[in-house]
């Protein structure tokens, strides 16, 4: 069958948004300083990977942080792919999390007790995220060789029920991991046989003040 596909996943750097701890699915809410600082910090982490193409949600703190790593790997396919986009969070898109706990207790009762079929109102279920993000990852595998190293620039939700399929973990128990900003995971692509190998690294921020620690909602 040949070599895997080589798939490193990363999460964007910092919002302010997520300084706030506002919610921001579908926001296109821009990197802050911190943010481009980290992301900065990713591309020189991973500018030795010999990538072939670089794969990034449409919006734009994804999108931000896979250009300054593609500005390592000048020459390769930098494709947008819409199905990367965050979870669509619906009328609670902008809300802070403490306002949003405060406001919808029945809510985040359910959210709390079956977090994997909860419909955001007007948005999405993380069923339909995980969804829409493996079979556009299938799609891109099938375009590559084996042994082949790919980027995808991707979000909190959307790269943890990624990673719970990796790792078959349900995802009502998808809170079990994390992504904090600027996170690489290293994942390996075989058939229809995905693994992580490496989660939630973020030791390349780890010179910069509370580089280590998980940013935001």
């Given amino acids: 069958m040949g ?19 506002r919610f921001q699915g579908r ?38 942080t896979a250009r300054i790593i593609h500005a390592f790997h000048a020459g ?13 969070l619906g009328a609670f898109d902008g809300m802070q999390a403490h306002q949003w706990a405060e406001e919808n207790p029945e809510f985040l009762r359910i959210w709390q007790e079956d977090p994997a079929r909860v419909r ?3 948005g999405e279920t993380l069923e339909e995220v995980q969804a829409r993000a493996l079979r556009t990852l299938d799609r891109i595998c099938l375009d590559h060789h084996p042994g082949d190293c790919l980027l995808i620039s991707g979000h909190n ?20 991991l994390r992504q904090g900003t600027a996170a690489l995971n290293r994942l390996m692509k075989q058939g229809d046989r995905l693994w992580v190998e490496i989660l939630d690294d973020r030791s390349h921020l780890q010179d910069r003040a509370g580089g280590s620690r998980p940013a935001g909602a």
């Avoid at 494709?79 to 990367?84: G, Y």
Wanted: with cysteine; net charge negative; hydrophobic share 50%.
């Fill in 120 to 122: 955001m109102p007007g």
């Fill in 27 to 64: 926001s296109d809410v821009p990197l802050n300083a911190e943010g481009m600082a980290q992301a900065h910090a990713l591309a020189a982490a991973v500018k030795g990977e010999p990538l072939v193409a670089l794969y990034s949600s449409p919006l734009a703190r994804a999108l931000q």
């Fill in 76 to 88: 390769v396919p930098l494709v947008v792919e819409e199905d990367f986009a965050e979870m669509d």
């Fill in 157 to 176: 939700f959307l790269n943890l029920t990624l990673l719970c399929h990796a790792m078959e973990i349900p995802l009502a128990r998808f809170r079990s």
């Fill in 3 to 21: 070599d895997p596909v080589r798939i490193l996943l990363v999460r964007h750097g910092e919002t302010e948004w997520n300084r706030l701890h």
